[in-house]
Structure formats: structure tokens, C-alpha cells
């Protein structure tokens, strides 16, 4: 089992709902990272936190709202989504930010915009 | 364009036989190249780590080659087990980041 948690494993959701992935860490690792992956495609990174700060935002809309609440969690807040988000949503988290430290995933949310 | 192509897309071989995938960078400056496996459904696992100085790393029956010349990586299985069928990515970090660059995977189906 990996030992970075996300809930809930499958999220259907309409596009007026508000709903919350959520990724939890006991590793000590101080970077967390939100990654979509689309059937068949690598995954596409979307927020990076580096010591509970948003670091990186690669241009995701507003309807994505990230949250770090401490060092071992990472929540993200949807809102209004499109069908076309409908993907895997993948938490993950490494030691620093640093070039050497590995990425390790959870195992996703498989989420449905409907 | 991505600078991280791997080959081939997908490929399907019979249990107990061997594949090798393919990992073509142009990456620069060049950090470390990782080998992910991801089940369907799941998360990527790690499965071997090179820096710029390593040309081969094994893990089991999972031995990855690098060529930092050619900027090329490989990813050879043995006896191929049906658990092994996955997508396989490959990932290269900058040497001056943690922007990794992935490749867009090989699709392996292993068949009884």
C-alpha cells in the first residue's frame, strides 16, 4: 500500500457541486504536489507546496482551489466543474523540492463530472 | 514538444518472455532519469532511479540502462509475469529543478 492516502477513491459530481479531494502524508515530507492524469496520458502537474506554501500554479483554473491545512495534508477544493476535468486526480509527496527527491503518488481519485 | 518520447506506445508480449521499453530525452541539463510503473487505477511506483553518472540500475527482474550521450534510457523485464502488465513512465528532472518531465508512457499487457 502506498503511504500517501486519498480520499475518496471515486467521486461522481454534478456541475453545480462543491465537493473536496483530500491527501494525507506521515512521511515528513514538506512538498506536496496535485497532479491530473487523462486516460492513457502522463500526469499533468497543477499545484506544488513547498513548506505548507503554494509554490506552483500551472495555470489551473479557479474551479481547482488547493489548500495545505498543515504539513501532512493537502486538501483540493472543487467547484463548478466542467465534464472535460473528469480524470485520475493524484496527490503525491517528496522530501523537498529539491531535484533528488522522488515523487511517491497515492493512489488517485477517479473523479466524474457529470 | 515533449522533450521526453517513449516507445513504443503499447506492446503486448506472452508471460515468461522478456521486453525491453525505450526512453529518448532531450532533457538539459540533466539531474536523474526514474523509471515509474502505475497499475491501471492506481498510483506510479517507483522502480529504479539513474543519475547522469549510472548506466545500469536493477530492481528484481527490472534493470534500466542509461547513455547519458545519447540521452537514451531503457527499461528491460525478465520472464514477464502477468502483475507486470502496467504502464511504464519514465521521468527525467532538470538539474537546476524538480520540474520533472514526463514521458507519456508504454502501455504493457503481459498474456497468460
Known amino acids: 500500500d502506498t503511504e500517501v492516502t486519498q480520499t475518496p477513491k471515486h467521486l461522481v459530481m454534478g456541475m453545480t457541486n462543491k465537493k473536496s479531494l483530500k491527501c494525507e502524508q506521515h512521511?515528513?515530507?514538506?512538498?506536496m504536489y496535485w497532479y491530473k492524469q487523462k486516460a492513457k496520458k502522463p500526469p499533468e502537474l497543477m499545484f506544488v507546496?513547498?513548506?505548507?506554501?503554494?509554490?506552483i500554479n500551472e495555470s489551473v483554473p479557479s474551479r481547482f482551489s488547493p489548500e495545505c491545512p498543515n504539513s501532512s495534508l493537502l486538501n483540493l477544493h472543487l467547484h463548478a466543474l466542467q465534464p472535460e476535468d473528469s480524470a485520475l486526480y493524484l496527490c503525491?509527496?517528496?522530501?523537498?523540492?529539491?531535484?533528488?527527491?522522488?515523487?511517491?503518488f497515492g493512489n488517485g481519485t477517479r473523479l466524474t463530472v457529470t | 514538444k515533449n522533450q521526453v518520447e517513449q516507445s513504443p506506445q503499447s506492446l503486448i508480449i506472452l508471460e515468461g518472455k522478456n521486453c525491453t521499453l525505450q526512453?529518448?530525452?532531450?532533457?538539459?541539463?540533466?539531474?536523474?532519469l526514474r523509471w515509474y510503473k502505475q497499475d491501471t487505477g492506481r498510483g506510479p511506483v517507483s522502480l529504479t532511479i539513474?543519475?547522469?553518472?549510472?548506466n545500469t540500475k536493477s530492481n528484481g527482474r527490472y534493470t534500466a540502462t542509461l547513455d547519458a550521450d545519447t540521452k537514451q534510457s531503457s527499461l528491460h523485464i525478465t520472464a514477464s509475469q502477468l502483475s507486470d502488465s502496467a504502464s511504464y513512465i519514465c521521468?527525467?528532472?532538470?538539474?537546476?529543478?524538480?520540474?520533472?518531465?514526463f514521458g507519456a508512457g508504454t502501455r504493457l499487457t503481459v498474456k497468460p
Open positions: 539513474m543519475t547522469f553518472s549510472e
Open positions: 507546496y513547498s513548506y505548507e506554501k503554494l509554490s
Open positions: 526512453c529518448n530525452y532531450t532533457v538539459s541539463p540533466f539531474s536523474n
Open positions: 521521468v527525467v528532472t532538470p538539474n537546476n529543478n524538480n520540474d520533472m518531465r
Open positions: 503525491a509527496s517528496s522530501q523537498g523540492t529539491g531535484h533528488n527527491s522522488p515523487l511517491h
Open positions: 512521511m515528513g515530507h514538506r512538498a
